[in-house]
């Protein structure tokens, strides 16, 4: 059976850097082919994919944050990495870790951005 759990902080001032981990149990995180995903829901809207790592370490970005999103694994901890720069309100969402590939889903964390 594979759990899937995010991890953060709740609350982030704005201007500062978002850090967000997926620790992952009962499946490797480095399985060729099988990409996991960071995805968010912000209040009132749909979901938002934000990027991907595959399981040869590729990674791949939504161009519309490419610039301040950077995701990284470490494999012998199982772990996903998300990190978010120079965040504003509008970066309140619901964050979920998944595979969207195997149907994993993580049950997702809440962070609000506020001063």
């Known amino acids: 059976q594979v759990h899937v759990q995010e991890s953060g902080p709740g609350l982030v001032k704005p201007s500062q850097t978002l850090s967000l981990t997926c620790t992952v149990a009962g499946s490797s995180i480095s399985v060729s082919n099988r990409y996991w995903s960071w995805i968010r829901q912000s209040p009132g809207k749909g979901l938002q994919w934000m990027g991907s790592i595959g399981g040869e370490g590729g990674v791949q970005y939504n161009p519309s944050q490419k610039s301040r999103t950077s995701i990284s694994r470490d494999t012998s901890k199982g772990q996903i990495s998300l990190q978010l720069n120079s965040v504003t309100p509008e970066d309140t969402a619901v964050y979920y870790c998944?595979?969207?590939?195997?149907?994993?889903w993580g049950q997702g964390t809440q962070v609000t951005v506020s001063s």
């Open positions: 998944a595979s969207l590939t195997a149907n994993y």
